[in-house]
């Protein structure tokens, strides 16, 4: 069965950086793409990034364009998030899910890890 | 960016009640809509896409309807697991979630 495992989330200081990394197994990770969804405290789900299943293309929500970087490592079923310049509404539980289509990404999510929390604070 | 509003907020009913849930997107999505269940500190769940489309492995109570920007999740019998909070998202541009409506145990 399908299992995303995120990790690397906790408190930082505003202007700092963190990378996140989720842990596929269950599935052809090399097949599939991979998204990295939010939601800050009391507000809706955001969604941020998505990587292809090769790591051909990338996408990004305009609110992390050119701060967030996110990458993959199909040797290691990783997916990561690399969040610089990092500020206090940045603040929030960062799921990583899996894209539904094969080859390809339609921005379905068929699986979602538990999340990590990432506050920024001084 | 497409919002989508869902509605009620809180939807308080019985096991074994009809639920019905409203997504309305702020302009036309097409069939473009997927169905999220949350339950806090677990991973959420894809029960409907594309509208009207089960997810693999999702109970038939569970049903969805509409198209352009009107869109209904409906739970035929709810069961106590079902308690939780739901959530709609769009694909037809770069995706957007509504605000969710949790569903409570009246």
């Known amino acids: 069965q399908v299992q995303l495992v995120e990790s690397g989330g906790g408190v930082v200081q505003p202007g700092r950086s963190l990378r996140l990394s989720c842990k596929a197994s269950?599935?052809?990770?090399?097949?599939?793409?991979m998204h990295w969804v939010r939601q800050a405290p009391g507000k809706g789900l955001e969604w941020m990034a998505v990587i292809w299943y090769d790591g051909s293309d990338k996408y990004y929500a305009d609110s992390v364009q050119g701060r967030f970087t996110i990458s993959r490592d199909n040797s290691k079923t990783t997916v990561y998030l690399q969040m610089n310049s990092l500020r206090a509404e940045d603040t929030a539980i960062y799921y990583c899910?899996?894209?539904?289509?094969?080859?390809?990404?339609?921005?379905?999510?068929?699986?979602w890890g538990q999340g990590t929390l990432v506050t920024v604070s001084s | 960016e497409i919002v989508l509003t869902q509605s009620p907020a809180t939807l308080s009913l019985s096991p074994g009640e009809r639920a019905t849930l409203s997504c309305r997107a702020s302009?036309?999505?097409?069939?473009?809509l997927a169905w999220y269940q949350h339950t806090p500190g677990q991973a959420p769940r894809l029960l409907m896409y594309d509208a009207s489309n089960r997810a693999t492995g999702i109970p038939a109570r569970f049903s969805g309807s509409g198209s352009g920007t009107d869109f209904t999740l409906t739970i035929s019998s709810l069961e106590p697991e079902d308690f939780a909070v739901y959530f709609c998202?769009?694909?037809?541009?770069?995706?957007?979630f509504g605000q969710g409506t949790k569903l409570e145990i009246k």
């Open positions: 899910a899996k894209d539904s289509e094969l080859y390809g990404s339609i921005y379905t999510f068929d699986s």
């Open positions: 269950g599935f052809s990770f090399r097949n599939y793409g």
């Open positions: 302009q036309s999505i097409s069939k473009y």
């Open positions: 998202q769009q694909r037809s541009t770069w995706p957007t």
